[in-house]
């Protein structure tokens, strides 16, 4: 997908199932006990007030980024618009990696985006550790029913007997222990009495099976680790692909839309719901799983991998740099959640995997900040102008709108003075050809102010011009009956350098220079843009001195900036820069 082809409309057969479940009201018949439960809990319950039941299930193991934020619109976008609720679920079964921090970051930054869990009088904010005492249960009652088994195989024999994609696995030697004695080892398991690694629990499907997914996949492991929200009472915990598709039933979910990596799980997923439903754990309609492509977004990297390396190495900042994809940099760099919405409007729903340019998330941010930030006056590479016959000491208003499109905002005072600071670039000893700014004998209006005419310059030893000298014509100030009295092609901006803020800017690019990092047999490392973060100082108006962290605004002529919502001080913000007025990337 090109910047410069349209955008499709957002494809979304996603969104055709939910139509389609509604009309034919396949979850009609659902109840609702007012909290997670196995068949029984919610068969007492009333009718299910959600049409529909959707979850966002990250583990708590890392900070979210890009590519969540278009999982989290889908999810939390069709429970909105179809009458539904959306569970914020948290995924901690592996107690190795999961930390309170990432669950506060996750939370913060589901919120940011504008969406809640919050529905029919009731939080549906979830942990699936929670539920380990029915996983539990569902695991004893796959052991009577003789769908599951305790494996001794060593791991190394384990994928040996697993069989290739063209040869059929071996059955375990353990396969055909019976019921009982499988129950013994599953409590002596639970009770700590085996080690790491020593056994498993194997659900029993199919060792010939042509999906290697389906030959007899582990579904409980011993792990003597400490869990963040169960603490030491459990040493053995569920595997991901079994406590998934229970997780969702016991909530009460209609539709579970996963990534395509998913795709091959599904068919134990219905395994696993199919069987606990036989034995009346878990009541139909039982929930679907759906898949879609995962976002490929051109010059980052979303591999949790990656990112925990590019932190850890200190190639950026912290996991809110700026420059990094996570959801926390980009609230950071000034990124709007409202951009995340429109940019996954746009780039749609589908099974199909495809890159989406970068350029396209940029465009969804200008878009909405155009709408939104307030406009104001910074110069970042200044040079002094001297308007030579204007009183020294004197100064007066000028008033500039808030936002041209949108007069009910109002307009402002930038104050006006004999010494100003202009772009570097707005002056040119010889001008090329097309130039219409600040050069001997030409004149330009000063926005907001008067039409001023160079008369001069000063340089420094080097050759350097330091200063620029110009007289105005005291009857063309902006506003007045004058204003249009003299026609001029240029129109530059600037600051009065005695009330200006001589402020910090920090100028993020991109981080990496290739479209697609890391790319044949390069190091991504290697693809790090040298000039993805440099520091200026520039000269703003007096009123951004005032800007409260996390505050956006539309600096004339440069992009879209934010106060660092990081190390920005009362009376003395840093700014970041989010996003280029238009696409100047080379």
Same mark, same amino acid.
């Given at each position: 997908?090109?910047?410069?082809?349209?955008?499709?409309?957002?494809s979304?057969?996603?969104?055709?199932? !939910?139509?389609?479940?509604?009309?034919?009201?396949?979850?009609?018949?659902?109840?609702?006990?007012?909290?997670?439960?196995?068949?029984?809990?919610?068969?007492?319950?009333?009718?299910?007030?959600?049409?529909?039941?959707?979850?966002?299930?990250?583990? *708590?193991?890392?900070?979210?980024?890009?590519?969540?934020?278009?999982?989290?619109?889908?999810?939390?976008?069709?429970?909105?618009?179809?009458?539904?609720?959306?569970?914020?679920?948290?995924?901690?079964?592996n107690?190795?990696? =999961? /930390?309170?921090?990432?669950?506060?970051?996750?939370?913060?930054? !589901?919120?940011?985006?504008?969406?809640?869990?919050?529905?029919? @009088?009731?939080?549906?904010?979830? #942990?699936?550790?929670?539920?380990?005492?029915?996983?539990?249960?569902?695991?004893?009652?796959?052991i009577?029913?003789?769908?599951a088994?305790?494996?001794?195989?060593?791991?190394?024999?384990?994928?040996?007997?697993?069989?290739?994609?063209?040869?059929?696995?071996?059955?375990?030697?353990?396969?055909?222990? *019976?019921?009982? /004695?499988?129950?013994?080892?599953?409590?002596?398991?639970?009770?700590?009495?085996?080690?790491?690694?020593?056994?498993?629990?194997r659900?029993?499907?199919?060792m010939?099976?042509?999906?290697i997914?389906?030959?007899d996949?582990?579904?409980?492991?011993?792990?003597?680790?400490?869990?963040?929200?169960? $603490?030491?009472?459990?040493?053995?915990?569920?595997?991901?692909?079994?406590?998934?598709?229970?997780e969702d039933? %016991?909530?009460?979910?209609?539709?579970?839309?996963?990534?395509?990596?998913?795709?091959?799980?599904?068919?134990?997923?219905?395994?696993?719901?199919?069987?606990?439903?036989?034995?009346?754990?878990?009541?139909?309609?039982?929930?679907?799983?759906?898949?879609?492509?995962?976002?490929?977004?051109? %010059?980052?990297?979303?591999?949790?991998?990656?990112?925990? /390396?590019?932190?850890?190495?200190q190639?950026?900042?912290?996991?809110?740099?700026?420059?990094?994809?996570?959801?926390?940099?980009?609230?950071?760099? @000034?990124y709007?959640?409202?951009?995340?919405?429109?940019?996954?409007?746009?780039?749609?729903?589908?099974?199909?995997?495809?890159w989406?340019?970068?350029?396209?998330?940029?465009?969804?941010?200008?878009?909405?900040?155009n709408?939104?930030? /307030?406009?104001?006056?910074?110069v970042?590479? *200044?040079?002094?102008?001297?308007?030579?016959?204007?009183?020294?000491?004197?100064?007066?208003?000028?008033?500039a709108?808030?936002?041209?499109?949108?007069?009910?905002?109002?307009?402002?005072?930038?104050?006006?003075?004999?010494?100003?600071?202009?772009?570097?670039?707005?002056?040119?000893e010889?001008?090329?050809?097309?130039?219409?700014?600040?050069?001997?004998?030409?004149?330009?209006?000063?926005r907001?102010?008067? !039409?001023a005419?160079?008369?001069?310059? =000063?340089?420094?030893?080097?050759?350097?011009?330091?200063?620029?000298?110009?007289?105005?014509?005291?009857?063309?100030?902006?506003?007045?009956?004058?204003?249009?009295?003299?026609?001029?092609?240029?129109?530059?901006?600037?600051?009065?350098?005695?009330?200006?803020?001589?402020?910090?800017?920090?100028?993020?690019?991109?981080?990496?220079?290739?479209?697609?990092? $890391?790319?044949g047999?390069?190091?991504?490392?290697?693809?790090?843009?040298?000039?993805?973060?440099?520091?200026?100082?520039a000269?703003?108006?007096? $009123?951004?001195?005032?800007?409260?962290?996390?505050?956006i605004?539309? #600096?004339?002529?440069?992009?879209?900036?934010v106060?660092?919502?990081?190390d920005?001080?009362?009376?003395? *913000?840093?700014?970041?820069?989010?996003?280029?007025?238009?696409d100047?990337?080379k």
């Amino acid at each position: 997908m090109s910047e410069k082809t349209p955008v499709a409309p957002a494809s979304n057969f996603i969104r055709n199932i !939910v139509e389609r479940d509604l009309e034919q009201g396949t979850y009609a018949s659902r109840r609702w006990a007012r909290a997670p439960g196995d068949a029984a809990q919610q068969a007492a319950g009333e009718p299910d007030p959600a049409k529909i039941r959707t979850r966002f299930p990250p583990e *708590p193991n890392g900070y979210l980024h890009i590519g969540h934020a278009k999982s989290i619109c889908l999810n939390f976008g069709l429970a909105r618009d179809f009458g539904g609720v959306c569970h914020m679920r948290f995924d901690d079964t592996n107690p190795e990696k =999961e /930390e309170q921090e990432y669950v506060d970051s996750i939370t913060d930054a !589901v919120k940011w985006l504008g969406f809640s869990w919050d529905a029919f @009088g009731e939080s549906h904010l979830y #942990f699936a550790s929670n539920y380990f005492d029915f996983m539990y249960r569902a695991a004893e009652y796959l052991i009577e029913s003789g769908n599951a088994y305790v494996d001794q195989q060593s791991a190394e024999e384990m994928r040996i007997n697993r069989g290739t994609l063209t040869e059929p696995g071996k059955n375990s030697p353990w396969r055909d222990r *019976p019921a009982a /004695e499988n129950l013994v080892l599953f409590r002596e398991m639970r009770d700590g009495k085996h080690t790491d690694g020593s056994m498993v629990l194997r659900a029993k499907v199919d060792m010939a099976s042509p999906n290697i997914n389906l030959r007899d996949p582990a579904i409980y492991r011993i792990k003597h680790a400490h869990h963040h929200n169960t $603490g030491d009472k459990w040493c053995i915990y569920p595997m991901y692909t079994f406590a998934h598709p229970v997780e969702d039933a %016991y909530e009460g979910v209609t539709h579970s839309i996963c990534t395509l990596e998913f795709e091959d799980q599904r068919p134990f997923y219905d395994w696993v719901l199919e069987r606990l439903a036989e034995g009346g754990l878990l009541a139909h309609p039982l929930p679907k799983q759906y898949e879609f492509a995962r976002l490929n977004l051109t %010059y980052v990297v979303l591999s949790k991998r990656k990112l925990i /390396e590019l932190v850890e190495k200190q190639y950026v900042s912290g996991w809110d740099d700026p420059r990094l994809p996570t959801l926390a940099g980009a609230r950071r760099r @000034g990124y709007a959640p409202e951009g995340f919405r429109l940019f996954a409007e746009r780039i749609g729903v589908s099974k199909a995997d495809s890159w989406i340019e970068y350029t396209i998330l940029e465009d969804c941010m200008r878009e909405v900040l155009n709408a939104s930030a /307030e406009r104001r006056i910074a110069v970042l590479d *200044p040079i002094k102008l001297v308007i030579d016959n204007y009183p020294e000491g004197q100064s007066e208003d000028c008033h500039a709108p808030n936002h041209p499109q949108k007069p009910e905002l109002g307009h402002r005072v930038v104050p006006l003075s004999r010494e100003l600071w202009i772009e570097r670039e707005d002056f040119m000893e010889e001008p090329v050809k097309g130039y219409f700014r600040l050069f001997p004998g030409n004149m330009v209006r000063l926005r907001y102010g008067y !039409v001023a005419k160079c008369t001069g310059f =000063e340089k420094d030893a080097d050759g350097n011009v330091t200063v620029v000298h110009c007289e105005y014509l005291p009857d063309t100030k902006s506003g007045t009956p004058g204003a249009d009295s003299v026609k001029v092609k240029g129109n530059i901006h600037w600051v009065s350098a005695a009330h200006a803020y001589a402020a910090e800017i920090r100028m993020y690019d991109r981080l990496f220079k290739d479209a697609h990092p $890391g790319a044949g047999d390069r190091n991504y490392l290697d693809d790090i843009n040298p000039d993805s973060a440099r520091t200026i100082t520039a000269q703003l108006e007096p $009123g951004l001195k005032h800007a409260k962290p996390e505050e956006i605004f539309q #600096f004339e002529r440069h992009g879209y900036f934010v106060a660092d919502s990081k190390d920005s001080q009362p009376g003395q *913000p840093i700014f970041n820069r989010t996003v280029t007025l238009r696409d100047a990337w080379k």
